[in-house]
């Protein structure tokens, strides 16, 4: 059994940050690729941010300048450093972390976080 857990969340005036973690649990061999998406009512679920197992980045162009994703890989965490939100930013984010196995990967998701970007 494999658990993301998302935490940090909530409710930011624009211009403010927000920093989300994403911790996996359970039956881990080994962690590929690891992500951030959002998905704001009426839309689309989109990437945010990703980042592989040995720490190279792309970003969504919306975000680019003001997100840092990361990775602990001691701790089975990825970290969303959000800057000067914007209302436009209001959204659930979802951790995502593809599992690899000898012979086998898998995508595992999170519950979900709302951050809501409003004065």
């Known amino acids: 059994q494999v658990q993301l857990v998302e935490s940090g969340g909530g409710l930011v005036q624009p211009g403010g940050s927000l920093r989300l973690s994403c911790v996996v649990s359970?039956?881990?061999?080994?962690?590929?690729?690891m992500g951030w998406f959002r998905q704001a009512p009426g839309k689309e679920r989109e990437l945010v941010a990703a980042i592989t197992s040995v720490g190279s980045t792309n970003y969504a162009d919306s975000v680019k300048g003001r997100f840092t994703i990361s990775r602990d890989n001691a701790k089975n965490t990825v970290y969303l450093q959000m800057n000067s939100l914007k209302p436009d930013d209001t959204a659930v984010y979802y951790c995502?972390?593809?599992?690899?196995?000898?012979?086998?990967?898998?995508?595992?998701w999170g519950q979900g976080t709302q951050v809501t970007v409003s004065l």
């Open positions: 995502n972390a593809r599992l690899l196995w000898v012979g086998n990967s898998h995508d595992y």
């Open positions: 359970g039956s881990i061999y080994r962690i590929g690729a």
